[in-house]
């Protein structure tokens, strides 16, 4: 214990909650320890919850299993997945910080080229902490990192850049690719390390990958919504590329950054190509058309929340993509119904005295 | 001589000139002999047209000085800059060859982290070879690269990628800096190697450094043109800045990629802040109307070469910056002479014919 009271504290230690979605032992937090042990952890537990999820002592912890999210949301629940891994952004809306990082339980700590461990939750902290520049495009990248600045021909009037408020880290090993390229390059690996952190210009869509994501959820919370996958639905794999489109829509609106590149984790494992095809067939093809749609969204000047602008966005997925398939009919409900959740458990004001009553009231 | 018949051939031989503006003896290219010995360099003299600039032995090159352009251009050299690196265009408007690459004669080679000479002008040459990407962002950097590919949610239908105009290199050692950064960080150096090639994405503008710069001029060319700087005019410095915006709304209205990222050279010496910023001052002022200005430019769906795009855009710039200042009126004159000056040395149709057109008729 008394080495315990020497540890320094780390960046955010109170302000920011770490959510896992998983359906396993949570045996990859060892490997965390160093980086995550001081945190608090939102663990959503996915598939059969009579099963129990052991993690590694010494954790600070809440898990939430598909009983509870259904007592805790009632009728709601139904916008919250089963058998797939957007369950985790239940973990989002029961948090109560300002922060939060998610990471999957097949990411491991990966390595930067000079053989040190990467804290890739500290650099998302970084990312998140220092502002966003989606005005226009640095060529020498973060231009708040140290040893970098503003190149010559920027702007000064937009050097104060904007709130961050999402940091999409990056993956070694396994790449995060779809299933056809998954089948067609079985091998392929990502073994380069690129020494930057850069922000998606605005108007500019990217494909959000959940593995590895920091955001303000004080910021951008209510739009993190990671869509229905999974059971019942005709298409998984892309929860978070949803989430990801409405969030850079509705950053643009609001005149926030979103950060891509560093940090890496270690993706160990490739999931299966032939399972990941038949969750991604339809996606595949719906794509097509949701790309032009979100390039094409205007938020009205009157949206001055995320809530009045992920409202609207539902307004338009009913409208512009509802006859392309019954299904965004049932996922812009679905919209809705996460927006009254959400602001059923976070009620506007005081966040701390509402996380009060809420957990008196469970 | 045996030994240069081995040499192999290097990439785009034959299509490629180097041009490089200077007002000293070459010796810099002593450093760059193994990468451009077998390319032609087209040498812009600025300055005093009497001396005589030494170029090391064994390079193929021609050499224009101001006595040349005048007698080329007549009336129509008023649009090339002197006393200014921006009269390096004119080595764009005599080359007939497909692609340019421009660099500084204060640029070496630069070492990538294996301590391994880079070459930049090859990379410069897979930049422009292969696709660029602008209308959607691949986290992983450039997609086509070896051992990368395009991610998990990226668009199917947008995977061909569109041709690639621009290839925009960095700098290691020295940065790119204004004057005022220069002022205040006199000291800071770029040390850091970032190993990717990125798009920047379309309707996103950045700062074009001219120090380290590869072109299709096909695509590009005539509206390459780096404008009125230097001896006469009252800013200096946003030559490079002026061509990147100009180029960029172009590119993104014909759907053609601009690419930033590899290759780095390695900057020698940073010029001299006080004179930088007596050069500047101004442009740092107009610039903030500037680039609101380039944002909005729409180009009507006429525009369907470049030379078309050009002149519409030199119509906006006397319309919508005249206003601002005189200058941008003979700016505009001056985009309109350039676009006469780059038709009349390049006739539309048989590009080596009209060399040798022109070559007889000088």
């Not at 259904?70 to 239940?90: E, Q, T, V, Y």
Request: net charge neutral; aromatic share 12%; charged share 25%.
């Amino acid at each position: 214990m008394a080495e315990a009271s020497v540890k320094p504290t780390p960046l955010l230690k109170d302000e920011l909650d770490i959510v896992i979605p998983t359906i396993r032992n949570l045996d990859f937090l060892e490997m965390w320890r160093p980086f995550f042990e001081q945190y608090h952890l939102i663990i959503v537990q996915d598939g059969d919850p009579s099963k129990t999820i052991k993690v590694p002592e010494g954790f600070d912890y809440e898990l939430y299993n598909r009983n509870d999210i259904n007592r805790i949301l009632g009728p709601k629940a139904s916008c919250i997945s089963f058998k797939d891994s957007a369950c985790r952004c239940f973990g989002y809306m029961v948090s109560k910080k300002k922060y939060i990082y998610t990471i999957d339980d097949d990411c491991f700590v990966a390595k930067d080229p000079s053989n040190k461990d990467i804290n890739a939750l500290e650099q998302h902290i970084k990312n998140l902490l220092s502002p966003a520049t989606p005005n226009f495009f640095n060529t020498l990248y973060d231009p708040y990192r140290e040893g970098a600045d503003f190149v010559r021909g920027y702007p000064f009037s937009l050097r104060e850049g904007v709130p961050t408020a999402v940091s999409h880290g990056l993956w070694l090993n396994i790449p995060d690719y779809d299933a056809p390229t998954q089948l067609v390059k079985p091998r392929e690996r990502n073994s380069r390390y690129v020494d930057a952190v850069l922000t998606i210009p605005k108007g500019t869509l990217f494909p959000m990958c959940g593995m590895n994501l920091g955001f303000n959820r004080e910021l951008i919370g209510p739009a993190m919504y990671f869509g229905l996958m999974g059971d019942g639905q005709p298409i998984g794999r892309y929860d978070d590329m949803w989430a990801g489109w409405c969030v850079k829509v509705i950053c643009d609106h609001m005149g926030w950054g979103v950060k891509t590149g560093l940090p890496y984790i270690w993706h160990s494992k490739a999931s299966n190509p032939f399972t990941n095809l038949r969750k991604e067939y339809k996606g595949i093809f719906w794509q097509e058309d949701l790309i032009p749609f979100f390039q094409s969204v205007v938020l009205p000047k009157e949206c001055t929340t995320v809530q009045k602008c992920y409202i609207e966005l539902s307004k338009l997925v009913k409208e512009k993509l509802g006859p392309i398939d019954p299904y965004f009919v049932k996922l812009s409900e679905a919209m809705v119904t996460w927006i009254e959740a959400w602001d059923e458990l976070n009620p506007a004001g005081d966040a701390s005295k509402s996380d009060r009553r809420r957990k008196a009231s469970f």
